[in-house]
């Protein structure tokens, strides 16, 4: 019955392990084609938009007139249904097609992906775009792909599971869609359940051999040992008829044969609470409890030092993932910066000398003053306003003079539209600072989303921040007296999710205290971090 019940704990966790990581190898391979597809097109729109070449493309098809300029899927005008890309400029008038090739040489490479493995791409009609493994004389548009996987993913939805694909075939996939406006495609990575469970049923043929060639020698081993044991019990029978009949003589024999008695029994109970720990720390394993502990009894328990390897190499593989999504997470918010300080920018240099030309404009050519005093007024004022537009985007005093100033300067621009009383005290070591660039856009952010959350939420009256930088650790501060929230029962809004995650991002530490009339968030960064 041990033999048996690890034979299936083992098998079901082996089973169970194997799928997930198919799933998750799959889920690898779509990211990477869905993020080379999505860079690929937007590195053809960007080339597209940029270029100064104003003739079209040569593909004889015709383009809606009701389409605004962007990325859209030709395929149905296309009179060779073969997967069109279009890059459409209302504005110049151009179109451009991107290259098939170019689209079928990233779906078409199978790292990974063994013997039945694909990945295709579906557009709304849920005709396939992209050429068929399996049905290569098909041509990809007649062939339809209304599976739940297609299904799921044109509803925005990203996924992974075991499902029939568009041969009826029983598949394992990841699906979702091309983050790309106006281009309604979905992109899938499939492999076959029958390829995937292989490995299983292999194993289990394995097991089922073993185990019976274990029951069939632990069959001979019992014949040939009942001999041996029963013996020690026959002369303890013996000796207890003859005790009971009076006779004690056999005492001696008796207590020796009663030793041998114990002694198997300890064994056998020794070897129940080995095996009970290694079920234990498999099934701990199982559930991706890692922080799990196992000692192996002795150098030979080759059981235990296997188990302890798998956790090793899961506790490897997780942190790999953590270390993979922290990388992602820093690439969506270097995005966002980057995208604030080019919007930033154009407000400034943009919109800026435009409206200051056209202050010079009326001052020269407006002769009623009434008028030029009223339209120089709305000007300033439209000034002002794209001057604080600007500065919320991406304060410019960040790289000249460092977060501490683009806090204050935060801090006095919204003075004038609160009663609440704002007090910041800076403590870092201004030129000397070691503060990164990258660190010193998320203390503001995270500072200026503080305060925001206080002015729409806390009803307070009172906000202290300090920052402040020692050799190792950036450390802020901040206090408001508003009514508080319960951190256990608080549905947290996307403003306190995005401290978090620019904290983690920086590899620092959060701690947030709150009861009414006095909340703190307590936020520490490391200096020494290379990486951000």
Known sequence: MVVITLSITFYNQFSKELKDRILLQLNSIKTLKQNQVEKLIQSEWNNFINSSNNSNDSLSIKVPNNLQSGIYDFTKYNENNQLTIALVDKNNNKVKYIPYKKITSILLERTGM???????????????????????DSLPYNIVVKTNGVKNALTGNNGKGLYKDYRGIDVYGVYGPINIPNLNLVIL?????????APIKDLQKRLFLLMFLIIFIAVL??????KIIANPILNMKHSLKEMVDGNYSRINNYSKNSNEIKEMFIALDDLKKSLQGAVTFSKEIGEMNLSSNYTPKSNNDSLGKSLIKMRDKLIEFRNNENKHRLNTKRQLVDGLENERRRLARELHDGLGPLLTSLKFYIDNNIKSEDQRSEMKTIIDNTISEIRLMSNALMPTSIDDFGVGTAILNFIESIKSTTNINISFEDITRGAESNITKNQQINIFRITQELINNTLKHAKAKNIKITLSEFEDFISLFYFDDGQGFNIKTVALGSGITNIKERVEICKGEIKIHSKPNNTTFEIELPIDNEDY
């Open 189 to 197: 990575s499939e492999i076959d359940k029958d390829e995937v469970e």
């Open 221 to 226: 081993l019992s014949l040939f040992l009942t």
């Open 114 to 136: 063994g013997d039945t493995g694909e990945s295709y791409l579906v557009g709304e009609d849920y005709r396939m775009r992209s050429q068929s493994r399996f049905l290569k």
